[in-house]
């Protein structure tokens, strides 16, 4: 399901591409939703990541009932502080745009105070949709909210189709508002499925019990408010350099951003729900195997994201955006900056694993410290670096900062065992002979000139490369593929 939706963001991407390009409209959309996706996280990131651990432990110690009228109140406190942050951006747009844009001029600066004010309400959407997944989650119920936001990106996709059009960059937020509006019935329906019951007597609900997920969250919320600071040093920098600039590192973060959330979401909406279970119940073989299952997968993944857009990024990008309203000088841009991120994309994934780890053995402290030295390290190098550089710095950044702070975090990693070394080890090989095979294969074969070619020749390519280098370093995958070649062939 998550391999669909991945497909469809694709998709949306090319067809953004296609309706508004590389373009100050753009850019002021970009802009906009990330004055919101700043204070969201800055704001509510911490308890949205720890919610399920918390939840779990509560469960296990107090029993449902309890956790159910904690969930309740966090609800009820949740849903009145972002009405009133929402308030406030509708009343004070200006602070938000002059920071995101400080070298906008007034022309330019009016059509982003609308859009942020025109999306200001999707905070509380957002916040409320995220509650919901995150309970639906705990009672193991993962299909229905991925099919649900599914559906959302398919509604997405149809209007952006119907009004791009005429309503130009408009019908992104018509399709935005269409989208959470379907997931939150969606939600709804399931949560009363389950009969999880949130809303009888909802205001009646104490404040006070909702601390207990406060104070487990509490660690997060620096990591989170710096990380915010570095993504509005980012914007703030990419918007003062050119025009169009934010639109480019958009396109080009969006291939890497795309697959990482889906990695990312099956480490907090599985991971974190079955290691937090075996740390409670003390079942460290079971937390071993469990974790080597989704990290042995997740760098399969992270190998296959590399290898694609190190061999083809210039194929990608113009198979999906050439047709568009895009210049050839930004198309480069937009790949030399995706296969960069690819690179960076190592990192990150390491980051969360391991950080995920120590959040579910209740070292959550850890995980924040770490992570608020990745944000500091990040700000400190775009500054320093962005005048030399430009905006390639950003992935260099990005991944450099996230790998340094995994390599310090896998030193806590609750179990010491000499297989996770030997695993790590390998994997790490394997994506790096891999990104290195595939640049010289990128700079000196001579590939198809119809994009579609070069891109399915590149993806041949690695996978003879991952099939001959896991039965040579025998990784466990080469038994699935026995395996199946048994079945077909039975």
Known sequence: MRVVRLGFAILNLSVAAKYFGV????DIWLLAMNAIIILDVAIWAPLNDTFRAKFLFTKEEKGIQVALEQTKSLLLLVNLVTLLVVILIMLFPELLAKILAPSFEAKKLAPLIFMIRLLAPTFLLNQVTKIFTSILNTYQSFIVPEVAGLISQMCTLVVIIIFAPKMGILSLAIAYYLGFGLLLVLLILQMIKHKINLFDRL?????????????????????HFVSQVNLVVEKSLASSSAEGMVSVLDYARKFIDIPLDVLIGILTTMLVPVLSAHFTQKIKAGFLTDFLKIYQFGLLIIAIVIGVFTGCAGAIVDFLYHKGNVETTHLQQISKLTMFYSWSAFGVFLYHIYGLSLLTVKKGKLFALYGTVAQLLMIGLNLYLFKDYGVYVFPLSLGASHFIAAAIMAFHFPLKNRLLLMVSIKYSTLIFMLALLMYFFNKYMVFP???????ILNIVIISLILVTAIFIAKFEERKIIQKYFKKLFA
């Open 449 to 455: 000139e119809a994009a579609i070619f070069t891109i």
């Open 23 to 26: 373009s100050l409209d753009r």
């Open 203 to 223: 205001f009646e609900a104490q404040l006070k019990a909702a601390l207990p997920f406060f104070a487990f969250s509490l660690p997060f919320f620096i990591p």
